[in-house]
């Protein structure tokens, strides 16, 4: 019997041997799988690490190659399944996602025929008093005195983007307080999201 050491031995010299001349392969297949040289060495990396673990299961003689390739892509196919894709939302998305989601909130909570049954002017003037500086300029501007958004950042000395994005913040924040308003006047249950909030 073979002492421990031997086999190591023997094992990492064949490893050496047989499928390190492959790296250069293995790193193109990887590139060609990735298409970034960063996520590209991280495979090889990985997948050599996993080939020289698993270097029992090789059968020696038979397409070192297409051995490693084949641990390459399975290493690659999870790295893909553990990194889910994510999306950068700047403040506008943000308040686009929760508007929606407020909208919908009401709708579900029975808000959806609140204009034809309520007379809101008062309900507006309160909730528009609540919104804080520079929104509640912006909505004035625009919602109340119909002024392009043009205007309105020649108005405010404040780029166009500026302005759309204090305009959607400030609906958003004029929606909750109808919606706290229409509730607190027995039309409908208060929306879950407005209770948390």
Known sequence: ????????RERD???????IPWIDDVYRFALSLTRDESDADDVV?????????SWHTYMPGSDCRRWLFT?????FL???????????LDATDVDA????????????????????????????????????EPFRATLIIVDVDDQSYEAAAEMLKVPIGTVRSRLFRG????????LTYASDAGFGRRPSMLAAS
């Not at 010299?13 to 499928?19: G, N, P, S, Y």
């Not at 609906?171 to 109808?178: A, G, H, I, K, V």
Request: positive net charge; glycine residues 2%; contains cysteine.
């Open 171 to 178: 609906r958003r924040l004029m929606q909750e307080q109808l």
């Open 45 to 53: 990396q990985d997948t050599f690490l996993r080939a020289f673990r």
């Open 1 to 8: 019997m073979q002492c421990i050491p031997s086999i190591v």
């Open 97 to 132: 996602v929760s508007a929606d989601s407020l909208y919908s909130a009401a709708m579900h909570e029975g808000f959806d025929d609140l204009f034809a049954r309520l007379d809101l002017a008062p309900a507006i003037a309160r909730a528009l008093a609540k919104v804080p």
């Open 13 to 19: 010299v064949a490893f050496e041997h047989e499928a």
């Open 78 to 88: 999870r790295s893909r399944e553990r990194s889910r894709p994510t999306v950068e």
């Open 71 to 75: 641990i390459c892509r399975n290493v």
